[in-house]
């Protein structure tokens, strides 16, 4: 049973690690699943058996999951518990081949190229866009900066930089504003830079965005090669009033790159960037330069009531998993998409103090194993 008991403890590192960072793989959440049923059982066992010797402090186990022990309903002979560990051990070597046969199949294959980079941010930056306008709180006096800036009576080209951390909602806010500012311009586009990004691709991705209504123009610049493209757009921009946003900007070059394409035309127009580095920063016209801080414990309480306890009344959260709760937010350290994040993950799980210490204990796992994650790593990655 001691070897039972250790399989048990690694089990449970393991669910604390995959868990929530295998949310959108719908592969690992099956495969997580079947994990979790056999460590039930396993529990289930090691109850039954330290009920009949009367030694659960010698068989260096503790109840990871169920976070407690209690006296079994019905109970088993030591038989028959050694024959359902043999059993369990059975399901274990074919939950271990199935990982190593599928699981591990369709990671590699993610993981092993640039795609899988640019995918990952991609879809982090499709979750910030897509948040609802009551997920962003306490932001209203920088937007009505923002919309300051994209309406001001500078008819030069300004350059605006939106500076934070990952998770601190640089996309969203962007993205609030840019609906509903961007029809006062003759023309608009919005494209993702990421870490791992082509001039080409991002040339192209404006491109289809500037053109989408005009299927023909679309057409005839699908052939071209990357400089004709660049003079096409150039050309097309100079004429007109527009707005460009490129989303999570890292390296300066990216937009030195563009730069050439975005022309002084005295017609009001700006270029929106959004950045984690103030070295990035730097890019904006002088005093366009709006940096984004985590929300107070208040908003943040707040924002995370609004989506854990979405269907309650006055999303308020029940008294005995206030402290759990509470906790809980204190983890996301102010960054509205972590909490907006969690607070969905904990929306569609059982209302439990069992259920939400799991989900607690996975969040203290990953910030005391992984000190490189940033703080929406944890909930998105």
Not at 10 to 38: F, T
Not at 100 to 127: C, E, F
Not at 195 to 217: A, P
Not at 220 to 249: A, G, P, Q, W
């Amino acid at each position: 049973m001691g070897r039972v008991g250790r399989e048990l403890r690694v089990m449970h590192d393991v669910l604390c690690q995959m868990d929530i960072r295998s949310r959108n793989n719908q592969v690992h959440e099956g495969w997580l699943e079947e994990v979790r049923k056999v460590a039930y059982v396993m529990e289930d066992m090691v109850d039954e058996y330290s009920y009949l010797v009367g030694r659960e402090h010698d068989i260096g186990c503790c109840f990871f999951l169920k976070k407690g022990f209690k006296k079994p309903g019905s109970l088993l002979s030591l038989s028959k518990i050694a024959f359902k560990v043999k059993e369990i051990e059975k399901d274990l070597s074919h939950l271990s081949d199935t990982k190593n046969h599928w699981v591990a199949t369709i990671s590699n294959g993610d993981a092993s190229n640039s795609h899988y980079i640019v995918k990952r941010s991609q879809d982090l930056a499709n979750i910030s866009r897509s948040l609802d306008e009551e997920d962003l709180v306490g932001v209203d006096e920088n937007r009505e900066k923002l919309e300051q800036w994209l309406a001001g009576d500078d008819m030069e080209c300004s350059v605006i930089s939106l500076l934070g951390m990952g998770g601190l909602g640089k996309t969203a806010l962007a993205a609030n504003v840019y609906k509903k500012e961007r029809e006062k311009f003759q023309c608009h586009a919005w494209v993702s830079i990421s870490q791992t990004y082509s001039g080409e691709v991002i040339l192209r991705n404006i491109t289809k965005e500037l053109f989408k209504d005009n299927v023909s123009v679309l057409s005839s610049t699908l052939d071209m090669d990357i400089i004709s493209l660049e003079e096409t757009l150039k050309k097309y921009l100079e004429e007109r009033k527009y707005l460009i946003i490129l989303d999570d900007v890292w390296d300066p070059e990216a937009f030195h790159d563009l730069s050439r394409m975005f022309t002084h035309n005295d017609r009001g127009s700006r270029v929106m960037l959004t950045i984690r580095e103030v070295r990035v920063a730097t890019l904006a016209s002088p005093g366009h330069i709006l940096t984004l801080e985590a929300l107070p414990e208040d908003k943040a309480w707040d924002l995370f009531c609004k989506k854990a306890f979405l269907r309650d009344t006055n999303h308020k959260c029940p008294t005995e998993l206030k402290p759990l709760s509470e906790e809980i937010v204190g983890k996301c350290k102010g960054f509205p998409l972590a909490i907006v994040s969690i607070g969905s993950l904990l929306r569609v799980r059982e209302k439990t103090m069992e259920e939400w210490r799991r989900i607690n204990d996975q969040l203290s796992w990953e910030m005391i194993n992984n000190s490189k994650l940033d703080h929406i790593g944890i909930f998105c990655t």
